[in-house]
């Protein structure tokens, strides 16, 4: 089945503790992206890479890490959370076509972190 | 599900009417947009697409109006159903950034059967 999976779907740790977010897809796709999803605020790119070894920052990018060592995975880091990167977190990827490079984005199930 | 929709704007439409959701993009610039619909405990999911050198566009009971003048984006859902209760969002892609998308705050579909 086509999808984009994310580990883990749900996460509370402490201001400070590295944690990483996974997220794996098995289209082949080539773009990937990674959003924050908070109340009133909609969805904001934090990094997108249109491929393999190439990544850019989106719109929220600082606190945030991300690598793109192979097709199919896309974590994003954080190094020092802090409670105001209490979010949900979306991943997604993208054939990559097009002209916004984007298309149809598959969006994972979601990954809601809690940081005290 | 988790609830990412606080204070937004809500559309209230009966079952079986036409919805228009509308949408204000910021950047004059941008030459492709999106609209997605999100349910509740749910990752956003694809809707239909349009260029900016389109100002219409169809889909199975979907329409995007674009009007770049007044950088307006419209959706348009046909015969509304219970199922079509959601979130939409629309997105914007500033030319020449190609993978940067600009989200808006989304609106709220409920459909009374």
């Known amino acids: 089945e086509a999808q984009v999976t994310q580990n883990p779907r749900y996460l509370i740790t402490v201001t400070g503790k590295k944690l990483t977010v996974t997220c794996s897809q098995n289209?082949?796709?080539?773009?990937m992206s990674w959003y924050r999803q908070d109340p009133g605020l909609g969805l904001r790119q934090i990094y997108y890479s249109m491929n393999v070894e190439v990544t850019d920052k989106g719109d929220v990018p600082e606190g945030y890490k991300v690598s793109r060592k192979e097709k199919r995975n896309f974590p994003l880091i954080l190094e020092s959370p802090s409670p105001n990167q209490t979010s949900l977190y979306f991943c997604?990827?993208?054939?990559?076509?097009?002209?916004?490079?984007?298309?149809?984005?598959?969006f994972g199930p979601g990954t809601r972190l809690t940081v005290l | 599900g988790e609830s990412v929709g606080l204070h937004l704007p809500t559309l209230s439409v009966q079952e079986g009417d036409n919805s228009i959701i509308n949408c204000a993009y910021s950047n004059s610039a941008s030459d492709y947009f999106i609209w997605y619909k999100q349910e509740s405990g749910k990752g956003p999911q694809f809707i239909i697409d349009?260029?900016?050198?389109?100002d219409k566009r169809q889909g199975q009971r979907v329409t995007v109006l674009l009007n770049k003048t007044v950088k307006h984006l419209s959706l348009q859902i046909a015969a509304t159903q219970p199922g079509d209760s959601a979130v939409y969002f629309c997105?914007?892609?500033?030319?020449?950034?190609?993978?940067?998308?600009?989200f808006g705050k989304g609106t709220k579909l409920s459909v009374k059967p």
């Open positions: 997604a990827s993208s054939p990559g076509y097009g002209l916004a490079g984007v298309d149809t984005q598959y």
């Open positions: 349009i260029r900016s050198n389109m």
């Open positions: 997105a914007e892609n500033l030319g020449g950034s190609q993978g940067n998308l600009i």
């Open positions: 289209m082949n796709h080539e773009y």
